[in-house]
């Protein structure tokens, strides 16, 4: 973790201003389940003795374990698959934004399209699945009330012609529904 803590943080140019990562092994790292902390070890060494999700959880799942070694063992091999994840989500942003939605975020692979109504979210989300597209309606009480969407979430594995189906995908459902002019 402490090389990947070093890779990530160069990318991000925050080097010199991060001291903790605390961060999931899940969505990103291809994992289903635990967790990491990286820090200084006198940091590490009171967590070990002192907190509580620590001291009361169990072992990960050894393959949950392989799959996130080998995931940061790639991610520290070389830069391209980040690069590939930021132009993956770049395009998708920019032809959603221009498509007529709002994203929320910025520059994350978990693109949030905002839609406002729970109804909405949950209907367009189905019609998704119908046309071959898996995405998430969110709608309270997991997010705001009047703040429904639906999340999208860039894979490294997805093709720029995968990323443009859905992107039309989005633009006929969306105005089927009236969520488009």
């Known amino acids: 973790p402490r090389s990947c803590k070093t890779h990530c943080l160069t990318l991000l140019g925050v080097m010199d201003k991060v001291t903790i990562i605390n961060s999931t092994l899940g969505k990103a790292l291809g994992g289903a389940a635990g967790g990491y902390t ?7 060494d009171l967590l070990r003795q002192r907190s509580r999700p620590y001291l009361f959880s169990n ?7 392989g799959c996130a070694s080998k995931a940061l063992d790639l991610l520290m091999e070389s830069n391209a698959i980040a690069r590939s994840m930021a132009a993956k989500t770049q395009r998708f942003r920019s ?3 221009a ?3 709002t994203i929320s975020g910025k520059d994350h692979p978990i693109c949030p399209v905002m839609l406002g109504d729970a109804r909405l979210a949950a209907v367009m989300a189905e019609d998704m699945l119908n046309r071959g597209i898996y995405v998430i309606g969110f709608s309270y009480p997991v997010v705001p009330k009047g703040k ?4 999208v979430q860039i894979s490294a ?3 720029d012609e995968d990323i443009d189906r859905c992107v039309e995908a989005f633009t ?9 002019p």
């Open 172 to 180: 006929e459902v969306g105005r089927k529904h009236g969520a488009l």
């Open 99 to 101: 498509a007529g939605f």
């Open 59 to 65: 072992s990960l799942p050894p393959a949950v374990v």
């Open 157 to 159: 594995v997805h093709s």
């Open 38 to 44: 990286t820090g200084p070890k006198p940091l590490i």
């Open 148 to 151: 429904a969407r639906i999340r």
């Open 95 to 97: 032809k959603m934004t």
